[in-house]
């Protein structure tokens, strides 16, 4: 069973960057596509950007591309999420996901392809 744990969540102004961090508290990542969703209250989870196993396969949202980079360091079974160029509209509470399907070949855009899921942390951007 895989526990994921997200950290760097926060305030910061519009213009501002922020680095989420997704660590595996117990088992290991380096098998698993991840991926971070964003939640506000009372809408759906969004799709914000997908990294497959190797790194080599990346996929964002339109409206972060750009502004949004992740990367992984399978050494440290970690996954990271650079946000730069931050607006109020990215305020939500950021979750990480990871799959568990050896046999899918590419990371999904769809939140319910992933089984393991961090607690979230919100991210708060003011104008």
């Known amino acids: 069973q895989v526990q994921l744990v997200e950290s760097g969540g926060g305030l910061v102004q519009a213009g501002g960057s922020l680095r989420l961090s997704c660590a595996a508290s117990?088992?290991?990542?380096?098998?698993?596509?991840m991926a971070w969703f964003r939640q506000v209250p009372g809408k759906e989870r969004v799709f914000v950007a997908a990294v497959s196993r190797s790194g080599g396969t990346i996929y964002y949202a339109d409206s972060v591309r750009g502004r949004f980079t992740i990367t992984r360091d399978n050494a440290k079974n970690t996954v990271y999420l650079q946000m730069n160029s931050l607006e109020p509209e990215d305020t939500a509470v950021y979750s990480c996901?990871?799959?568990?399907?050896?046999?899918?070949?590419?990371?999904?855009?769809?939140?319910?392809?992933?089984?393991?899921w961090g607690q979230g942390t919100q991210v708060t951007v003011s104008s």
């Open positions: 996901a990871a799959d568990r399907d050896p046999l899918i070949p590419s990371p999904s855009r769809s939140a319910s392809r992933y089984d393991y």
């Open positions: 117990r088992g290991t990542v380096t098998r698993n596509h």
